[in-house]
């Protein structure tokens, strides 16, 4: 198991290598660029102060060798200059980075908490008046999207009962712990109501496929109790393929959450991402999206780890 941990940190360095030239390569080939904004914010500026500036940040020569200076930078552990935040880009990630870790932990974790329960229920009641009930909870769960729950959500909860605030990550001047719980709720809840209908379905569709199993059959005939053999051994295999749904999701998630913490104001790395793309600040989007792909590969890692703990004999090979 531990080979194959390391071949796969191996691999994961590898194809972080090929992202980043991807994905320093296309941003290269959006129109414009930082000095074109430079200059078009400021009429003053002359033609020779563009090009001197062109030169100084290197827009003059090729992406390719753009690109080199820039691993080499990153290698050295320079992460570059924000100009969007005016600070480099190692002090500008860990807030946005810290938000959205605490928005999409949070949410993941109630979505399972609600989702596993919920299939594993509605397989053992397949085709009963309570398995059609959950799978039309987890449709409609799916099929809202998150935009639409979340302004619902501010509607109701913000704007028509006052519970709960309606945007921003905390109060101004700082409230505390339990204020940033409360800014945390509502994008929490349209992550989290999105995610449970997902997880839902996977997780039923996989517990209907192991109860078919042969081996089931053998263990009760054993005699162990049906607890036993669902919560002890049909759940532990059918987690297996919710666990590599769940770590596919994890990049796209940390990436993908820009819908909503637009629609609550929420400064997480969705909309930081958002908004480096669209500043042509690329030195910052480039660690975001490198940060997301990262990730993903590190959610892939700790699944070939969980696997392992699932099934035993997955760890031996």
């Known amino acids: 198991m531990l080979r194959h941990i390391l071949v796969r940190l191996l691999q994961s360095v590898l194809i972080l290598l090929i992202m ?30 563009v090009a001197r500036l062109r030169a100084l940040y290197g827009f003059d020569q090729s992406w390719t060798i753009r690109y080199g200076h820039w691993l080499a930078a990153v290698l050295s552990g320079d992460l570059g ?7 480099s880009v190692a002090a500008t990630l860990p807030r946005p980075l810290a938000n959205s870790l605490a928005l999409m932990t949070v949410s993941l974790a109630l979505a399972l908490l609600a989702a596993v329960p919920a299939g594993v229920i509605a397989a053992l009641r397949r085709g009963r008046a309570l398995d059609h009930l959950l799978n039309l909870a987890a449709f409609a769960a799916v099929s809202l999207p998150v935009f639409w729950l979340g302004l619902v959500a501010i509607i109701v909860f913000a704007v028509g009962l006052g519970w709960l605030p309606a945007s921003g990550v905390e109060t101004v001047g700082g409230g505390g ?23 839902m379905r996977y997780t039923r569709s996989a517990m209907i496929g192991v109860l078919r199993q042969d081996w089931i059959r053998t263990a009760r005939a054993k ?78 890692l700790l699944a070939d780890c969980a696997y392992g703990l699932l099934d035993p004999r997955i760890g031996e090979r």
């Open 223 to 300: 005699g162990l109790s049906w607890t036993q053999v669902v919560l002890r051994h049909a759940l532990r295999s059918a987690m297996i393929p919710v666990v590599t749904i769940l770590a596919l999701d994890l990049g796209t998630l940390f990436s993908g959450i820009v819908v909503t913490e637009t629609v609550f104001a929420y400064p997480g790395m969705g909309k930081l991402i958002y908004d480096a793309v669209m500043g042509a600040d690329f030195n910052l989007a480039l660690a975001a999206l490198m940060l997301a792909t990262g990730l993903t590969l590190a959610g892939n």
């Open 177 to 199: 712990a339990v204020d940033r719980l409360r800014h945390l709720a509502l994008p929490v809840l349209a992550l989290a109501v999105a995610g449970f209908g997902h997880y």
């Open 81 to 87: 200059y924000s100009r969007l935040s005016a600070q």
């Open 20 to 49: 980043s030239f991807l994905i320093f390569g296309l941003i290269s080939l959006m129109p414009g660029d930082p000095v074109s904004l430079m200059a078009a914010a400021s009429p003053g500026m002359t033609p020779e102060d």
